[in-house]
């Protein structure tokens, strides 16, 4: 299956802005994707500009699609860089999108202090639709605390006043909230070890839960800052197929690897 000149399920180098200009309009069912953060780490001298790369994500994005964008700021001179935010700013207010969830990633494990801020264990998971979000599996995994104590929801009028939601049948787990936890590092990240040549990769539980949030099997992800390859892996894993764009050729070859060491499931129907 082709996208224009693209062959789906592979990995592409070249620099984002022009590869993403190949592409048909509303071709795009799921973006997961993390650019660099400033210069926090060592892209090998690859940077990118957010404005091209918004206004062709929105194009290529399909009407209903979500692209979801993992982002820190850098610090400079002890204090933050805004460039997360402005780019949230810039991806709705002059692309189109619409800002439909703000989350977060809560890093567990080591981390770097900072002798005059509280230790950053956070980062940004913007979530960008084309319109109303088409898909939505939210995942449930929240353990129920309350029952069997509460068998009744509380709901909150626009008065503020609080009452019971009448016929609500408690479950044991209830779907999780916008902060989501992940241990990070060798053993935790991912099994694959060689995936450490990129300098920042992110869990593939991460890259996982949203690809199965926003997107169902048979459905086109795509990672325009592929890196080791996260995302286009978890998307194989669960059915999805993938296209993935990355300037690095060294990093484009740790992501071949790492798809190319799974194999699809069988879907529905098969």
């Known amino acids: 299956m082709k996208l224009g000149d693209f062959e789906l399920d592979e990995v592409y180098c070249g620099q984002a802005e022009a590869l993403l200009a190949q592409l048909p309009d509303d071709c795009i069912n799921l973006t997961v994707t993390s650019p660099p953060y400033g210069k926090l780490r060592d892209y090998q001298g ?40 402005k ?17 977060y990633y809560r890093k567990m494990g080591f981390r770097f202090p900072s ?10 998971m913007f979530v960008f639709s084309k319109g ?16 069997p104590k509460r068998a009744k929801l509380m709901k909150r009028g626009r008065n503020g006043k609080q009452t019971w939601r009448e016929n609500y049948t408690p479950t044991e787990y209830g779907r999780r909230n916008n902060i989501w936890t ?5 053993g935790n990240s991912t099994d694959d070890d060689f995936a450490f040549e990129h300098p920042a990769i992110f869990p593939e539980r991460l890259a996982e839960d949203h690809i199965l949030s926003w997107s169902n099997p048979g459905d086109v992800v795509l990672d325009c800052f592929v890196g080791s390859g996260t995302t286009a892996k978890m998307a194989k894993k669960q059915g999805r197929l993938f296209l993935g764009f990355d300037i690095s050729e060294k990093y484009c070859e740790v ?5 190319n060491s799974i194999s699809y499931p069988l879907l529905l129907g098969e």
């Open 46 to 85: 690859f940077e990118f500009d957010y404005h091209v790369i918004g206004k062709q994500l929105f194009r290529v994005t399909k009407p209903g699609g979500v692209c979801v964008w993992v982002v820190g700021d850098e610090t400079i001179d002890g204090s933050e860089s805004l460039t997360s935010f």
């Open 87 to 103: 780019t949230a700013i810039y991806f709705v207010e002059e692309c189109g999108f619409r800002l439909h969830d703000t989350m």
């Open 115 to 124: 002798p005059n801020r509280y230790h950053s264990v956070v980062e940004y």
């Open 132 to 147: 109303k979000p088409k898909t939505f599996n939210p995942l449930m995994d929240k353990k129920n605390i309350w029952l």
């Open 182 to 186: 992940y241990s990070t590092g060798k």
């Open 255 to 259: 992501a071949r690897r790492r798809v």
